[in-house]
């Protein structure tokens, strides 16, 4: 049962989102034992930035107008103020080039976790 965790992808990326450290510490240190697919991280933080640059850049955007649910809008809206405007730019510009070198071969995927640790916590 070693293998056995009760945190997920989405417990990871949110402690991102969030920049909450220590729940990061504690998640990564069980990353063997967590379905933790680099491509995955990569693709979920880039859709997650992408929400959060819509709702964090036009302060009267709505659910309706944002074209999500209204459980997605609130649970983004929430993750909104945690990151300044210029950062959640250079945070998403650099997973997208990130994602382009991946598909391109220049990166191993065996590092990406590290990498987007390093880059989005670490400045």
Excluded: H
């Amino acid at each position: 049962f070693s293998d056995l965790s009760k945190y997920s992808v989405f417990d990871f990326t949110n402690a991102i989102l969030k920049k909450d450290i220590d729940k990061l510490l504690v998640i990564y240190k069980e990353k063997d034992n967590i379905d933790i697919e680099p491509m995955g991280v990569v693709t979920i933080l880039l859709n997650s930035f992408r929400d959060i640059i819509s709702l964090q850049f036009d302060p009267r955007i709505t659910p309706e107008s944002s074209g999500m649910s209204k459980s997605r809008f609130w649970a983004i809206k929430y993750n909104c103020g945690i990151f300044t405007n210029k950062e959640l730019i250079k945070i998403f510009d650099f997973l997208l080039q990130l994602d382009k070198k991946v598909k391109q071969g220049d990166i191993s995927t065996d590092i990406l976790v590290d990498i987007i640790l390093l880059k989005i916590l670490g400045g």
